[in-house]
Each structure stands twice: as structure tokens, then as C-alpha cells.
């Protein structure tokens, strides 16, 4: 998935595209930084059958200045501690359902 820069963001919305070229908006909740790399917390907009669950995607540079790339991860450990310090940093603001 890569970010699709000339949507300026409004209100923390930033719009990706799958493979498939379909936009989808997120609400980004935060960047974190676990083991030298940044990963992004992410809420789907739109109302799902997932409503809640926050999408974690790892940062990566691209060629050009002025485009980030999101990958997903597909290391459930990695996901899991990500997830734990996303938890940690915001307790006070979310309430979390295990």
C-alpha cells in the first residue's frame, strides 16, 4: 500500500490504496518506533465488520522525497509489541478490548 500524497490530510485522514487501486481512509492514531524501524497505528474510517480494530503498517523510504511507502507486517510478535506500546502510550484515552 502507498500513500497517496496530493490528498492533503484532514483531520489525521490519510487515504491509502491496495493493490488493487482501492482508496480506503484511515485515521492515523500514531507513528511508533520499535527495533530502529516506524510503524504507523491506523483506524479504518469506514464502519466494518472489524469496527475498532486499528491496522498497523510498517514505514518504508521510497525513491522520492515526497512519498512514503506502508507495508504490512506479517510478524505477529512484532505486531503484538507494537500494539503493547501503543496501548501503553495511550490507556488514558482508549478503552481497549482484548
Do not use: C, H
Not at 487515504?15 to 500514531?30: I, K
Not at 465488520?49 to 504490512?72: C, F, P, Q
Request: aromatic fraction near 10%; avoid cysteine; charged fraction near 45%.
Amino acid at each position: 500500500m502507498s500513500e497517496d500524497i496530493n490528498n492533503e490530510e484532514l483531520d489525521n485522514i490519510i487515504v491509502l490504496n491496495d493493490e488493487e487501486g482501492n482508496e480506503t481512509e484511515f485515521e492515523f492514531l500514531d507513528l511508533i518506533e520499535y527495533e530502529g524501524e516506524e510503524y504507523v497505528v491506523l483506524l479504518p474510517v469506514e464502519e466494518s465488520d472489524d469496527a475498532g480494530e486499528v491496522v498497523i503498517l510498517k514505514l518504508e523510504d521510497t525513491e522520492s522525497e515526497d512519498e512514503e511507502s506502508y507495508v504490512s507486517v506479517d510478524d505477529e510478535e512484532i505486531l503484538n509489541k507494537v500494539f503493547e506500546i501503543f496501548k501503553e502510550k495511550f490507556k488514558d484515552d482508549f478503552n481497549f478490548v482484548d
